[in-house]
């Protein structure tokens, strides 16, 4: 079984998940490329948490 | 990396012509899309094993790492094999321009990607798609830190050199995309599919049959024996040359002791 960490972690995917989906629903232009898919997780996955992690 | 790529290959430069775009006062669109994605003459061949043979000997060449040519071939290999699952095929045994194709899933490229997009996520396809992220889903440990720090990370001398860029944080979430983007791609289009537009599901073969698919005509008798040849051929040679480099490692094994 995934560990609480492991679970946190994929939570905070299934979030980036949702908002994906809603904008990809609303604008299916956001569904088309994996780089643009790419690109989104990078920011926010790893830039903004690195951002707020430095900030606070 | 190279397996995504592979996977990727043989739609990356085609399928913006099969649907055709729109630049100023031009359109610009394949006059026959079916016959430019799948057929020849046309870039069909990007749907065989060959293409992927080749593109990998050239990596493996150029680029001196066999695991990128073979993740690379697994990829292409991966992508041209599936959609013979569709009702168009592939150009697999290419020079030899026949299609192979199972017709589970309707082919509707040549109706626009929005349409295409409804009826492949109505269909059998999404089925088949839907089986991947379950096992995906099933096989979680790939997509943990530890699995990517220990087994991908120390595979792909590509890891290493990316990680003196950008830290190792953002080459995780680089690894987790592809899985991201699938999963999250197959949801949106489904609901917008179904819960937006309300696009009927028909999982039946051959299906969504509400769409104009496009089809191969069926394989002749001495097509598909010739087929078979093939790919008897190719499972022969493969089973020979394992029991053969079995022998030659038991002979170096005992060679040594």
Partial sequence: MPSK???????????????????????????????????????????????????? | MPLLIGSYAPDLMSKWFVYGIHIGGWDLKASDPVQFHRGWPGVGFTHSLLYGAVLALLIWRILGSKTWAVSFLIGQWAHAITDTGDTV??????????HIHFGAWAYAGQTGRMTDAAAYFSGPGAVWDLVWIVYGLFCWRVLTRSYFETHVYTADAFWGRANRLVPMAALLVAYRAAFFYGTSRWIAWSLWAHVVHHYPYDISWGGPHWVSAAHSPSLTWPQLAGVGAIVGTGVAIFFVSRLEFGRRSWAAIRSRT
Avoid: E, K
């Avoid at chain 1, 609303?26 to 088309?32: A, G, M, N, R």
């Fill in chain 1, 5 to 56: 960490r492991q679970l946190a972690v994929a939570g905070g995917y299934v979030v980036a998940a949702a908002v994906y989906i809603a904008v990809g629903v609303w604008d299916t232009d956001f569904l088309f490329s994996f780089f643009v898919g790419l690109a989104y997780l990078l920011v926010v996955a790893w830039l903004v948490p690195a951002a707020v992690r430095r900030i606070f």
């Fill in chain 2, 89 to 98: 095929g592939t150009m697999l045994f290419f020079p030899w321009t026949i």
